[in-house]
């Protein structure tokens, strides 16, 4: 596989031996004598060959948003949990108009319900996985209902997808099974369809060079199980996955901590905090990612701090 820096900004996918284009048809001599020379764009060679060319945008992870819960001791003054989630489009919208982000992608324990009347406020594409807090046939149902576009509907239902936005694949699992389990696994009788793992495989050794996965439960890094992370078996499954394809960044919620970063391998996992409440009082916010040519760069906003930490 070629993997090389990217320096265009439009976006082309160019299938060879359908009499689709010819590279050089495409682009100027020196940008395809730069391809020929293997120096300049990231690509794939197969039967067919993908050249992802990616124009520089942001999206934003936001986690554990906890919509139903009433206002939180300290945090009062932001409001209940659907009104802190909105705080955080507001804002987006302040942001200078390079930094806005074109979608966000929320790390489950969302509460559909209490946010179903408030869907209209936000005007930002969401794509969106289940948490443990939904983790009943009526709150998932609702969660899919909410956004067809990526769960799909009737027999076609999947609580697992992928999207490919500016030659970037975005792969949402989903490892929040039933009951409202807080330890994270990808089979469940509430995770449809069965078949995740050997989907996922697939997803990992998709064509595109730069891949983002994110879910709600994150692996366990030491080897051993405990709550609040995906079961130990799950947990080395999936870490040997992410070694061996090397998506470009993983995200999840679920721990209610300050933000932080971890390796897998040469993947960047983050563990986002929670736009609802945090344990020890730590601050609200969000994820900014600006996606550049060559990497991705990540950048918090914080949308409240506890009164005795003001
Ligand atoms: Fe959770």
């Known amino acids: 596989m070629w993997r090389f820096p990217v320096k265009y900004n439009h976006s082309v996918r160019l299938h060879f031996g359908e009499g689709v284009m010819l590279k050089s048809e495409y682009l100027g001599r020196r940008e395809f004598l730069g391809i020929a020379a293997g120096t300049v764009l990231a690509a794939r060679v197969g039967s067919s060959e993908t050249v992802a060319v990616g124009e520089p945008f942001n999206f934003a992870v936001i986690a554990d948003p906890h919509c139903a819960e009433a206002p939180k001791t300290g945090l009062e003054a932001y409001g209940n949990g659907v009104e802190k989630f909105l705080r955080c ?101 509430l995770i449809e369809p069965h078949g995740q793992c050997d989907w996922l495989e697939k997803e990992l050794r998709g064509p595109e060079p730069r891949k983002v996965l994110f879910a709600h439960i994150p692996p366990a890094l030491d080897d051993v199980e405990r709550n609040m992370y995906l079961g130990r078996n799950d947990s080395r499954w999936f870490l040997e996955q992410v070694r061996q394809t090397e998506p470009e960044m993983l995200f999840f919620g679920h721990l209610h901590h300050p933000t932080e970063e971890n390796r897998i391998g040469n993947t960047r996992s983050v563990n986002v905090r929670s736009c609802c409440w945090n344990f020890q009082n730590a601050p609200v916010g969000f994820l900014l990612v600006r996606v550049g040519t060559e990497s991705m760069e990540t950048r918090e906003i914080i949308t409240g701090t506890c009164a005795d930490k003001a």
């Open 89 to 189: 489009f507001e804002r987006m919208k302040e942001l200078p108009k390079e930094e806005q982000p074109d979608f966000a992608l929320v790390a489950g324990d969302i509460h559909p319900e209490a946010l179903a009347p408030h869907l209209d406020k936000i005007t930002l594409p969401l794509h969106v996985v289940a948490g443990n807090h939904e983790g009943s046939a009526e709150t998932r149902g609702l969660l899919r209902a909410m956004f067809p576009q990526d769960f799909g509907s009737g027999d076609a239902v999947r609580d697992y997808y992928a999207f490919t936005y500016k030659g970037i694949r975005f792969i949402a699992v989903c490892d929040a099974g039933a009951g409202g389990d807080h330890i994270g696994h990808f089979s469940s009788e």
